[in-house]
Structure formats: structure tokens, C-alpha cells
């Protein structure tokens, strides 16, 4: 690790043999990590486009659409570090990870999220229902502000965000079959799908009280 090693090392070192779950620890430092770096080389890729095309006349930069951008980049890194490029920090390691024995599909829904529930460790049910959930939330939250003055119709909306839930959780799952970073399993694709509806969905509530407090500012100034 580049920037976390000595904050981890100390983490491992007073908790490594107290804690049952550490090695998800290790995962989300190591995934923190690699997304500090790959957002650093993305942001200064991304200052260099802006210049260049501030210079060339071909627009001005919105910053508030810019931090959103720089957000949503953050979020992705960070989502397939913890999910599909588990182990994966430098791109020549994708080569020796594409050599490992490809891990098997469980396209039976249900069948490994029924195995969890009967395990010992409850911890594992709960972070594999809750967190591919929890995950996906700001993936549906992020649509709604994207497309936020769009005027389809709702239902068709909705179907969108589930279909890009879909979609990404499959890239997901597919990069964990081939680099054998996990199990391709059809029930995290229908929990992230779930996540990303939930997401939309507090988008449209946040939109709703904007909306409302909006209104009550006017009717305020009027009186």
C-alpha cells in the first residue's frame, strides 16, 4: 500500500488476531488505497483535459457537474476494488489473475444466500444481503441527480435504474469469474438491482423535500 500501509500496519498489528472478520478490514484498506491512487492519476489526467480545452476555447468548466464526476469516479474505484480486483493493485497483475482456475457460477437464485443463514457466523449473511444492498445505493442516488431534469415517465425510469443496476453488478460478476476474485452469484446481482431502486428511490424523496422547502421559501417571502 502506497498512502494507508502505516495507518494499516498499526490497525493489524493491535487487531489482527482480535478481530474474526479482519481480513475484510485488510480488503477495505487495500481498496481504499488503490482508489487514492487510480482517482490521483484519473484527476490529474482530468485538470489536463480541462486546461487543454479551456485553452483551445471549446467551453468553460461547471464545477458543481465536475465534483459530482469526481465523486461518481471515487465510488466506481472503489466499488470494483472491494468487489471484482480484489488482490489486483498494479494492471500487469490482471494477466497472472486471468491464469487462475475460473471459479464456478451460481446461477440458482437464493441457494448460497440460504448456505449463509444456516452458517455460524451471521455476520457473513448479513454483510452479503445488506452490503450488496448498502453498495449500490449511491449508483441509484447518482442517476437521479444525473438526470435529475429528466421528463420520461416514471415506471420507465425506474426501469433504467434497475437495468443499470443489472449491468454493472454482471461486469462485476463476470470480472470475478474470469480473474477468480470472488464467486459469480445470480443473488448479487439481484441485491445490487435492489440497492440501486432503493437508491433511486431516496433520490426521488430527497428531490420531493428540496421541492417542498423550495415552495415554503416563496410562500414565506410572500408573506
Not at 48 to 57: I, K, N, S, T
Request: aromatic fraction near 18%; hydrophobic fraction near 50%.
Amino acid at each position: 500500500m502506497i498512502f494507508l500501509g502505516p495507518l494499516y500496519r498499526l490497525v493489524a498489528a493491535q487487531y489482527a488476531h482480535q478481530i474474526y472478520h479482519f481480513p475484510l478490514i485488510q480488503l477495505v484498506f487495500y481498496s481504499l488505497d488503490k482508489t487514492l491512487l487510480y482517482f490521483l492519476v484519473f484527476l490529474v489526467l482530468r485538470l489536463l483535459y480541462l486546461r487543454y480545452r479551456q485553452r483551445f476555447g471549446q467551453g468553460s468548466t461547471v464545477w458543481r457537474r465536475e465534483i459530482y464526476l469526481w465523486l461518481l469516479v471515487i465510488y466506481l474505484l472503489l466499488l470494483y476494488s472491494l468487489t471484482a480486483l480484489r488482490g489486483i493493485y498494479w494492471p500487469n497483475q490482471f494477466w497472472t489473475y486471468l491464469q487462475l482456475p475460473h471459479k464456478a457460477i451460481n446461477t440458482t437464485p437464493f441457494v448460497e444466500t440460504l448456505k449463509l443463514v444456516q452458517g455460524k457466523s451471521k455476520f457473513d449473511f448479513l454483510y452479503n444481503l445488506f452490503g450488496n444492498i448498502l453498495w449500490f445505493i449511491p449508483l441509484g442516488f447518482s442517476y437521479g441527480v444525473r438526470l435529475q431534469d429528466n421528463r420520461r415517465w416514471l415506471p420507465v425510469q425506474f426501469l433504467q435504474v434497475y437495468l443499470l443496476g443489472v449491468g454493472v453488478s454482471v461486469s462485476i460478476e463476470t470480472l470475478q469469474y474470469l480473474l477468480s476474485t470472488g464467486i459469480a452469484d445470480i443473488d448479487d446481482v439481484t441485491f445490487n438491482a435492489v440497492g440501486c431502486l432503493v437508491g433511486f428511490v431516496l433520490y426521488l424523496i430527497w428531490r420531493g423535500l428540496r421541492q417542498w422547502l423550495n415552495k415554503l421559501k416563496l410562500h414565506v417571502k410572500k408573506v
